[in-house]
């Protein structure tokens, strides 16, 4: 069973520096039937205007990973971490039993775009931290490539969750997904457009599998698309 979800029934938030699309509840925006997906509990995109951003607060017992998509994202932490963010970068922050950040726009002059998710983790209570891992175009283009998962291994951040983030940059390319056995996948197309077996996909599309044995993602000659697959319990 496959669920489309377009970018256009999301929730919305607007003021002077923030325009935020939300896929599941957050805030004041509450929704029946979208109060997570299995462990996911948060999924938002934000745009955010020169200068603005969120300004330092805390966080607990939740697994943040931000994904920048445009402009300069600037990550401080009461852990001490100062990170600048651009695409092609990610990080997780564990926010454990207690964190406060900030995450504001890098630049002065230009907006930046990223998507933020939020994981619930397994134990309650772990010590907070933070990663960063940087991939390069070839890392991700026509092929799977992992970003956290719950197994340590080199170059993949490590989630205190049985759930796995990947990426992948489609062009021209038809990439297939077999999802586990009893296990859950949420798609979310970050940029472009493609066909998920031969439903077609724009930016901000989210679709929520199960059940299925294969799914296929295919972009055709002269498309690209960069999407976001969780396999989930």
Do not use: C
């Not at 109060?35 to 603005?52: I, R, T």
Request: aromatic share 10%; proline share 6%; net charge negative.
């Amino acid at each position: 069973m496959m669920r489309l979800r377009r970018s256009a029934e999301r929730g919305r938030f607007r003021n002077a520096w923030l325009d935020a699309r939300f896929s599941f509840n957050f805030g004041s925006y509450q929704a029946p039937g979208y109060a997570g997906y299995s462990d996911l509990l948060v999924f938002n995109e934000d745009h955010v205007a020169p200068g603005g951003g969120f300004t330092a607060h805390g966080h607990a017992d939740v697994e943040v990973m931000s994904y920048p998509l445009a402009g300069v994202v600037e990550h401080r932490d009461s852990l001490g971490h100062r990170e600048l963010m651009r695409p092609g970068d990610v990080h997780l922050m564990r926010a454990g039993r207690g964190i406060v950040h900030s995450e504001m726009n890098g630049s002065a002059e230009l907006p930046e775009q990223h998507l933020q998710w939020w994981i619930r983790p397994a134990v309650a209570g772990l010590a907070p931290g933070y990663e960063k891992l940087s991939l390069t175009r070839a890392d991700k283009l026509n092929q799977w490539r992992l970003l956290a998962a719950p197994e340590w291994q080199p170059g993949v951040l490590p989630l205190a969750q049985d759930a796995r983030v990947w990426v992948a940059l489609l062009e021209d390319h038809v990439l297939p997904w077999r999802p586990p056995p009893g296990r859950r996948s949420y798609v979310h197309v970050a940029a472009g457009a493609l066909a998920l077996n031969g439903a077609v996909l724009q930016a901000g599309d989210a679709v929520f599998v199960e059940g299925e044995e294969r799914l296929e993602f295919r972009a055709g000659p002269g498309d690209s698309a960069e999407l976001l697959l969780f396999d989930l319990r």
